[in-house]
């Protein structure tokens, strides 16, 4: 997928499924871990490219049975590429933590039975 063809990307409604969440709790309870990551590669001077974060972000996600697809991958990386490749990892951390919250703290649809 072409660097502009990421950035442009609809959203598809794979954002409205039990694999999205399950993604989203699974970066969010990982989220330090990730984020030692980042900065591991930061302080080494090692730029966080769209690459390196599919494959810290997609090591966690093997670790817990969960996959991506190749197109959703900017849903979830998207948001925070720049111009020049890189991601800005610690928008991205603070993008999933907010995600992460809301759908923790969504109201559940209570089902009455008649």
């Known amino acids: 997928m072409s660097k502009k063809s990421f950035l442009n990307h609809n959203h598809s409604d794979w954002e409205n499924t039990k694999n999205y ?7 969010g309870r990982h989220r330090k871990l990730i984020m030692n990551k980042f900065l591991n590669l930061d302080q080494r001077k090692i730029k966080v490219t769209v690459q390196a974060a599919k494959e810290i972000i997609g090591d966690i ?7 991506v697809e190749d197109k959703n991958w900017p849903i979830l990386l998207g948001f925070a590429s ?8 610690k928008l991205l951390m603070n993008i999933y933590k907010d995600r992460v919250n809301k759908i923790m703290t969504a109201p559940k649809a209570k089902i009455l039975y008649i």
Request: some cysteine; aromatic content about 4%; proline content about 0%.
């Open 82 to 89: 720049r111009k020049d490749g890189t991601i800005d990892f």
């Open 21 to 27: 969440d399950e993604v989203m709790l699974a970066i």
């Open 61 to 67: 996600l093997d670790h817990c049975k969960l996959k």
